[in-house]
């Protein structure tokens, strides 16, 4: 699991073919893998990747087909900027949402408008995705947590303050790009309640077991 606080911003060195695969050499700048082992998760862009290699300029991570077809990972060349962070530890501060690092789909940046001394980002996602996307709900942009500000249709807008876009791989994205998103867990979790039926049932043996009903 992940906060979705972006912990630096890291850069491709290099894509090596493996077998019809790829394995993805990350240079991770200044982030801290002192307390990283072989056989860690450390989330690449918003997608969990496990850390086959490590050395002192970064890691290396295997990447299957169908996170390639799946994700903005498959069109990553060497030197393109990639947010990272490091999987989350029980003692750590969550300061974003829990955020697993399986990216549900890919997403377009429809705009990127000043507003004061932020930006305000729109983007458009697929229909299968816009249902779990809710006003002032959270959801995660390539490995990034942020606030939604408003939804309409298959679009939503995000605000982005000056320290996120400085401080993330966002100062790199262009109007068009392709970003992984991950909607909020808890919004699949409601649906699958609601669907299966069982929440209303839920909801009347807590209102009898306490005297409601």
């Not at 000056?162 to 068009?176: I, K, L, S, Y």
């Amino acid at each position: 699991m992940f906060t979705g606080i972006i912990q630096t911003v890291g850069r491709v060195a290099r894509l090596e073919p493996r077998g019809g695969d790829v394995r993805l050499v990350i240079d991770t700048a200044d982030l801290d893998l002192s307390d990283v082992q072989l056989g860690d998760s450390i989330a690449v862009s918003g997608v969990c990747l496990t850390a086959v290699t490590l050395d002192a300029r970064g890691f290396g991570a295997d990447v299957s087909n169908e996170t390639l077809s799946l994700t903005s990972l498959g069109a990553l060349k060497p030197g393109d900027a990639v947010n990272l962070e490091k999987a989350l530890r029980l003692a750590d501060r969550l300061g974003g949402h829990l955020v697993s690092g399986h990216v549900d789909g890919l997403g377009k940046v429809i705009s990127i408008t000043p507003d004061g001394r932020s930006q305000r980002w729109t983007f458009e996602v697929p229909a299968t995705l816009s249902r779990y996307i809710a006003a002032k709900g959270s959801v995660c942009i390539d490995g990034t947590s942020l606030t939604v500000n408003e939804v309409k249709a298959q679009r939503f807008g995000v605000n982005l303050i000056p320290h996120t876009v400085e401080h993330t791989a966002f100062n790199a994205r262009r109007v068009g790009d392709a970003v992984n998103i991950e909607v909020d867990v808890i919004a699949r979790y409601v649906e699958r309640l609601l669907s299966s039926g069982e929440a209303p049932r839920l909801d009347e043996a807590f209102l009898k077991q306490h005297g409601f009903a």
